[in-house]
T-cell receptor
Framework: AQSVTQLGSHVSVSEGALVLLRCNYSSSVPPYLFWYVQYPNQGLQLLLKYTSAATLVKGINGFEAEFKKSETSFHLTKPSAHMSDAAEYFCAVSKPGGNEKLTFGTGTRLTIIP | DAGVTQSPTHLIKTRGQQVTLRCSPISGHKSVSWYQQVLGQGPQFIFQYYEKEERGRGNFPDRFSARQFPNYSSELNVNALLLGDSALYLC??????????FGQGTRLTVV
């Protein structure tokens, strides 16, 4: 079975400050890992994905994440927060392959303080 | 290219009724998955269809069913609706070499 744990259901950062959203995974096989963003009343948009290539993954909107096998972590970071980053963020895990289901974490709501 | 489209966008049903939600995948995508997102939680996997065959089922009761048509569009059916079925239902499509692309979802409210 696979699972992800997102530490912190709510995170607040000041505009221009570092954004750090935490995700730890559990998987019996080498996983694929994803970060999705959800704006109010919308679906999910992929920010970035790890599929066993480079461990440092760069995504859209200036976000990046680093896969650390020893820590079973895949934390999401952005050097400088923008007001438009306010949203719900979900970490997800799947088995390797192109057709596997996603298992999501419970989400982290990011608030940006002006 | 159009993204994943879902209809309707909002729906209100009464307990005990039945509902059908529809999803059109991105052109060329043969895999469609359905997820339920209860308010304040992450999406939960319900079904996956690939080439019109069920490839996966999550931990949902038999009241939930789905199918995929020859054009790869899909329907999710929920019978005997309960208040707890109120949620955002998300459809995602993918091809074997891409990530899952999600639609905007159908917001179902059961009263």
């Amino acid at each position: 079975a696979q699972s992800v744990t997102q530490l912190g259901s709510h995170v607040s950062v000041s505009e221009g400050a570092l954004v750090l959203l935490r995700c730890n995974y559990s998987s019996s096989v080498p996983p694929y890992l994803f970060w999705y963003v959800q704006y109010p009343n919308q679906g999910l948009q992929l920010l970035l994905k790890y599929t066993s290539a480079a461990t440092l993954v760069k995504g859209i909107n200036g976000f990046e994440a680093e896969f650390k096998k020893s820590e079973t972590s895949f934390h999401l970071t952005k050097p400088s927060a923008h007001m438009s980053d306010a949203a719900e963020y979900f970490c997800a895990v799947s088995k390797p392959g192109g057709n596997e289901k996603l298992t999501f974490g419970t989400g982290t709501r990011l608030t940006i303080i002006p | 290219d159009a993204g994943v489209t879902q209809s309707p966008t909002h729906l209100i049903k009464t307990r005990g009724q039945q509902v059908t939600l529809r999803c059109s995948p991105i052109s060329g995508h043969k895999s469609v998955s359905w997820y339920q997102q209860v308010l304040g939680q992450g999406p939960q996997f319900i079904f996956q269809y690939y080439e019109k065959e069920e490839r996966g089922r999550g931990n949902f009761p038999d009241r939930f069913s789905a199918r995929q048509f020859p054009n790869y569009s899909s329907e999710l059916n929920v019978n005997a609706l309960l208040l707890g079925d109120s949620a955002l239902y998300l459809c995602a499509s993918r091809s074997p070499n891409t990530e899952a692309f999600f639609g905007q979802g159908t917001r179902l409210t059961v009263v």
